[in-house]
Nanobody, 124 residues
């Protein structure tokens, strides 16, 4: 059984940083594309960032480009999302997702496994 468990969320002020982690178990991690998505109250779940198995290619939403960095440690079965210069509009539940393919995708419908999410709240 594949499990994804996120951690690292919290309440911070605008301009602060947070690092989210997602630990994957139950499948071969190093070949999976990993993604981060977020969902604010009353809004649809939206793409944030994705990374291929080798870590050599990444993809970002325009709204976070230059502020967020996705990375992975295949030895630890963990993917990270470093979030800098946080803004109130970054407030959301952040979800980790895994895809059974080598190609990154912005579509939430193309990810096969999901974590339960971690809350990030940024105050003005």
């Amino acid at each position: 059984q594949v499990q994804l468990v996120e951690s690292g969320g919290g309440l911070v002020q605008a301009g602060d940083s947070l690092r989210l982690s997602c630990v994957v178990s139950g499948r071969t991690f190093s070949t999976a594309v990993m993604g981060w998505f977020r969902q604010a109250p009353g809004k649809e779940r939206e793409f944030v960032a994705a990374i291929i198995g080798s870590g050599l290619s990444t993809l970002y939403a325009d709204s976070v480009k230059g502020r967020f960095t996705i990375s992975r440690d295949n030895a630890q079965n963990t993917v990270y999302l470093q979030m800098n210069s946080l803004k109130p509009e970054d407030t959301a539940v952040y979800f980790c997702a895994a895809r059974n393919t080598q190609y990154v995708s912005r579509s939430r419908y193309q990810y096969d496994y999901w974590g339960k999410g971690t809350q990030v709240t940024v105050s003005a």
